[in-house]
Structure formats: C-alpha cells, structure tokens
C-alpha cells in the first residue's frame, strides 16, 4: 500500500515537468526559449514561491506517509508477537523437563534420563548434592563480595612538592597589658581562691578585702570532704558549706586542707535545682579549668576584632623570615583569630596567591623563622605553657592547631624534617569517606574561612549544632553561626552546666561521629623533631644586639632567651608515599569463582545458565497458559450453568418478551365486546424484529494469519 503510494506520488510529481527532447548524441534538452518572450519578473518571484510551496506540501506528505508505514509495520509485529505468546511453547511439562536433560550441556542430567532405574536415582542424588554445593559456594563468594572489603597499597613516588602551609601562634591568646582591665575582677577572685587552698587559716583571717562575687556565685570551687564515703561533705572555698547530699553533715566554720579534700567545680542549673560536680585529683588542673571557664564568659562578650587587637601583632612576633634563598616577612602571613591562641598566622596558605614549591630537600631550602613571644607579658592564670605552637598543614584547610600542633620550646632552635603521606580512599560503598563533604548532613560553620573539608571542622560544627539546640546558645571556641549569640553567664546563667553535660555526654560524640564522615583524599606530614639551645652563650650578646636593633631600633637588649624561638622547616627528601585503596575483591574476581565452583562441581559454563534460563521462562510461559485457559474454562462452565441447553440467541430473547397482541399485563377497562366481530383477528400493532442466528454470543477464536502475518 505505501509503496504503491510512493509510485503515484512520484508520477504526480513528473507531470508538471516540462517535455524533454532528443538532442544530439541521445541527451535530453530542454525546449528552447528563444524567441519567447520572458515573464515580468514579479510573476517569476511568485511562481518561485508557488513551486517552494509545493515542494514543502509533498515533503510533508512524504513524511506522513513514511511514518502511518511505520506504523503499520510496527502493528504487524505486535500481532504476531501476540499470536505467538497465545501459542505458547507447545509441549508440556514433562516434554519440556526431558528435553532439558537430554540436550543440556551439563553432565548430570544426561544420565538421570540416559540410564537405567537404579543409576537414575543414584546420578539425581549426586546431581542434587552438587547443585547445593555449588549453591552454597555460590552464596558465599557474592556474600564476600558484597561485604565491600579493600586491601591497602603503599608505594613511593619521587617529584617537586609544594610547601606545605605553615601556621605558627603564641601560646598566650592575648598580652596581659592590653586584657588586664577585663580580668581585673577575676584575678583578684583568683588571688583568694589560691590563698584558699594553699594556706586556708591565714586566708580566713585576712578575708576583708572586697571581691566581686558575681562570677563566683554562677560557678564556684568547692572542697569535697570524702573521709567518711557515705557521708561527703561540700564546703565552699569562702566558708559556706553546702551538702552533697541528703545525709551529708553540716559543718559550719569547718576548714579543710587540698592534702585532706578534693577540690571540684560545682555546676548548677538555673536557681540551682539540679547540679553537679566536676572532681580533679590536682588543684592545678582545678584552678586552671575554673579560670579558662569564666574568662570564656568574659572574652564571649567582647567583638573579634576587638580580641585581635589585643592579641600578639606579627610584626611583634616574628622577628626574621627566610624560605630558601629568598627573604621573607610577616606581610608574607596569613592573619586569622584563633578563641585559644589569639593572632595565628599562615604561611603559604595558597588562599590569594600560587602555592610556593620546594626546590630541594634539605634544610637550607626549606622555611627559617626567628619570633619572640614576649612570655613577660603572657597571662599569668590562663597561660601557664610558654613557647610557640605551629602546625603544617595542606593549603586551603583550616589549622586545627590545638588538637594537630606542635610546641616550639623558647630559648631554643627546632628543626622539623617532614615526609609527606598520602592518603587516597575508595568511596562509596567501601568506605564511609566524602571528596568535598557535600553529601554530609552537617553545616560546615569553617565554610566562612573559604577552607576545604575535614572531618574535624565536621565535628566541631556538628558538636556547635548540639550547643544550640541543648543550651540555646553558641561556646566561645567555635564559630558562631548567623543569628546566634555567644554563651554568658549574663545572658545564660546555667550554660556552664549545660556545656560540661553535653562535653560529656557520649550519646552525643557518637551521633556526630557518625554523621561525619572522612576525606576520601588527605595528605599527613610526618615530622622528625630535633632540639639544640639558640642562642649559645658566646653568640647571645651579638645576636640579641642585632634583634634589637632591628626591631626596636634600640642599641640595647630588649629580647631575652626565654621569649626567642627558631624554627628550621623543611622536606627531609622528595620521597613520599602514597597509601593507595583498592577493591580486595572485584567483579573479574567474582565471576572467576562462581564459574570455577560451577564447572568443577558439575561442568557447567555459562551456556548451560542460559539454557537453563530458558527451560525457566517456557516452564512460566506453560504455567501462565495453563492458568488463562483454566480461568477461561471456568468461566464458560459458570455461563453454561444458567441455561440447559445452549445460550440464546439475541432474537430469542425479544421474542420472549414481545407482547404480539399488544394485551395487558394487567386487566384494565378495555372496549365493550362486539367491537371486532368473530371472524375478524385482533391487529400486530407491530412487526417483530428478525430472528438472526448471527447475534448469537460465541468465544473468539483466534484465527491463524496468512503468510504475511495479517490477522482476520
């Protein structure tokens, strides 16, 4: 039909062509045009337009054509699909099972249907029991596989590396001169709380200076009494006495010595109704934990960029700086404020400008750096390290310096020789790592600092999150997020309480554990640490004299040796090492095991799987059938059932409700007898409808189509 189409469509379109006449040597021309006279050329435009739309209008015909050809054909094969699927394989279950073992491939069940009797049963025992090995091994290899196990390679590369990123702070946050009027009321509490413990009598009897209760009263140290266990006793450092418990004795006036006691830090919720107790075994660590506490209350309150100025500058800390052969400076540092360690600053942080390389091992090629941490201005109560911490890290990522660093002793020089190790993991699903933490469902509050992720910056945001929702409030220590304030003892008088639950809580470190996850590529570097004192006695006076010069223009000393450092940075060697993820058991690894344990046991390959893949789709093909026509059988025999004899034909049943007389079901008042005489028979009011055998209702039949595959 399409084609004959075709062959229309193509003579239609010869028809306007002009006839063509035989020239010279056979060619066909064109009549000539000479002597005619040619069309205006506005009618030449329109028939030019005339004919595109003409060539436009069989175009789109062709296309409709083509695509109801399409269409028919593929219509065609849809039908005979269908008769085929209603066919159905055409043997049974048993011709199908024998077929199976007589043409498989696999050596065992040729002989169930090939031997006699008794050696029929015997090969189905051993046929039956190789197959549940096999499927045992089977289940046990995809099992290993899919427990997502890694083997670990390490190799070693030689190449120029960059210079990792150097960060270098103080281990005082701040310079007491510039600080002392914020802790003027804490020192002296601090003042009387050492007298306290040290010498209790005395304390008592000087007590008639005034302090500021204030900050005491929110968080106080208390002395915990244990030399009868059941019975402890609580007493405040400043002579009240407040029970531990219901059965506790009161003691008023009582003293009690550190020696005697165990000092705690008492932690209450707001008006007091549930607190709690934080024990040490030294007052040191007692003191010192009470004194960072409350001046995390205060520094809360004060703006950043306030807390920075008071803060050790860089042109104040570092005194000297050489990388390689170049010289450098403090402009050469990154700035950022760090809540414990004040002003830190990054050297090749790889932020604004190209990450610096190491031309050479060794450690004339690597960092050199003089500071002066100024330790006669350090905070007495919150500082009690003295030195330099500094931490080498990847560009771009935030300098975790309290939990990563290192100390830097003051009076001497360090040299650190570094050996870089990389870390590459396999991500999902073999491990639990992420490439740039997008798919961790924790906010990363270090974002702000434009640095990459880490599992640390995870946690300690994940850890903020929970500070928020328990406490209302953000901790100092971390950064705060958009609309949030800074905890207080003002504000929030029982945060401390809160904070010290949460920090303790374990509930709450696995939650974020957990949530976060590690990078899937990191790079470590391991540093080997050596110590020698700078100056020596014989260099001190010079070099001290040029520092000062320098910095101070001063012809006298300013600087000592217990507030210099220096510092050596370099690659020992070019080496380093990769520590390399890969699969332990891969696909190939798979399929080579399954197909070894198939064909040892039964000689099989994977053909054999494919022919008994077959006999399963023909055993459901056969199964499905089976189920149409007894569904089909069932519900002819429950038509069978409301008539005796066969269904009734369309004109059967009008007849059987067709009134001819056109009486009355019901006698009704109807006209006088005599009006139609005897011999005159009562009018049809209508003729009845045809008796047609061919409404009568029959099951389709699907008839065979011919040899073009057509159904009638």
């Known amino acids: 039909m399409f084609w004959g189409w075709l062959d229309g469509w193509r003579r239609d379109g010869r028809k306007g062509e002009e006839p063509r006449t035989r020239g010279a040597g056979g060619r066909d021309e064109q009549p000539s045009s000479r002597g005619q006279v040619p069309p205006p050329p506005a009618l030449a435009r329109d028939g030019d337009q005339d004919a595109a739309a003409t060539a436009g209008d069989r175009r789109g015909i062709w296309l409709r054509g083509l695509r109801a050809g399409a269409m028919m054909l593929v219509k065609k094969c849809l039908v005979k699909c269908l008769h085929r699927l209603q066919k159905g394989p055409g043997y049974s279950y048993k011709e199908l099972l024998v077929w199976y073992c007589s043409n498989t491939n696999t050596h065992g069940p040729k002989r169930i249907i090939c031997e006699g009797p008794k050696k029929k049963a ?122 531990g418990s219901a059965d506790s004795s009161l003691a008023p006036g009582r003293t009690c010595t550190a020696q005697g006691c165990k000092v705690a830090m008492r932690l209450c919720s707001l008006n007091g109704t549930a607190c709690t107790f934080r024990n040490f075994t030294s007052a040191t660590h007692a003191v010192t934990e ?241 110590m020698a004192d700078w100056p020596s006695e014989a260099s001190e006076d010079w070099i001290f004299h040029v520092l000062s010069q320098e910095r101070d223009q001063s012809t006298n000393i300013t600087l000592s040796r217990k507030g210099v450092v220096k510092l050596n940075i370099y690659f020992q060697e070019f080496n380093y090492r990769t520590i390399e993820e890969s699969a332990a058991n891969n696909i190939v690894w798979l399929l080579s095991n399954l197909g070894g344990q198939f064909g040892f046991w039964m000689g099989g390959s994977v053909l054999c799987l494919i022919e008994f893949g077959e006999i399963l789709i023909d055993f459901v093909w056969i199964t499905v059938i089976k189920l149409v026509a007894f569904a089909k059988n069932l519900r002819q025999r429950r038509a069978q059932a409301r008539y005796a004899g066969p269904p009734p034909t369309v004109a059967e049943l009008v007849e059987a409700h067709t009134n001819f007389g056109f009486q009355p079901d019901v006698a009704r008042p109807g006209p006088e007898p005599g009006t139609y005489p005897d011999e005159q028979t009562v009018p049809i009011p209508g003729t009845p409808p045809p008796n047609y055998d061919s409404l009568r209702l029959q099951p389709l039949d699907i008839i065979e189509s011919d040899s073009e595959g057509e159904a009638i």
């Open 290 to 530: 009470w004194y960072q506490l409350q001046a995390t209350n205060i520094f809360s309150q004060v703006p950043t960029h306030k807390l920075a100025e008071m803060g050790y500058p860089a042109e104040r800390l570092i005194l000297a700086c050489l990388f390689g052969s170049e010289p450098c400076s403090y402009r050469n540092f990154t700035s950022i404020f760090h809540p414990d360690y004040g002003n830190c600053y990054i050297f090749n942080w790889g932020m604004t400008e190209k990450a610096l390389p190491s031309a050479n091992p060794g450690a004339e090629f690597g960092l050199k750096l003089i500071l002066d941490i100024g330790q006669e201005d350090y905070v007495p109560f919150l500082t009690s390290t003295a030195g330099a911490r500094l931490l080498l890290h990847e560009q771009r990522s935030y300098p975790f310096i309290k939990d990563e660093g290192i100390y830097a002793m003051s009076g001497t020089e360090t040299s650190i020789g570094v050996l870089v190790d990389k870390l590459e993991r396999m991500g999902e699903p073999y491990s639990q790592c992420t490439m740039n933490g997008s798919d961790v469902p924790v906010r990363n509050l270090y974002s702000d600092y434009n640095t990459t992720y880490s599992i640390q910056a995870c946690i300690r945001s994940c850890f903020q999150e929970h500070m928020i929702q328990n406490c209302s409030c953000a901790h100092y220590l971390y950064p705060l997020p958009r609309g949030e304030r800074y905890c207080n003892n003002r504000e929030f008088p029982d945060w401390a309480y809160c904070y010290s639950r949460l920090r303790m809580s374990v509930a709450q470190r696995e939650t974020c554990i957990n949530m976060c996850k590690e990078s899937c590529n990191d790079t470590q570097y391991k540093m080997t640490i050596s």
């Open 122 to 243: 015997v090969w189905f025992l051993i046929t039956l029991l190789f197959t549940s090995l096999v499927c045992w091994q089977w289940g046990v290899f995809i099992r290993t596989y899919l427990s997502w196990e890694v083997s670990v390679s390490l190799s070693l590369g030689f190449k120029t590396m960059d210079f990792p990123a150097v960060t270098i702070c103080n281990a005082s946050p701040f310079q007491y001169s510039k600080v002392k009027h914020l802790l003027k009321d804490l020192d002296e509490l601090m003042e009387a709380v050492l007298e306290r413990i040290l010498a209790p009598e005395q304390s008592y009897a000087n007590a008639t200076r005034t302090l500021n209760f204030t900050i005491w009263n929110d968080t106080p140290l208390v002395l915990i009494d244990e030399q009868n266990p059941h019975r402890p006793v609580v007493l405040d450092l400043f002579g009240d006495v407040h029970n």
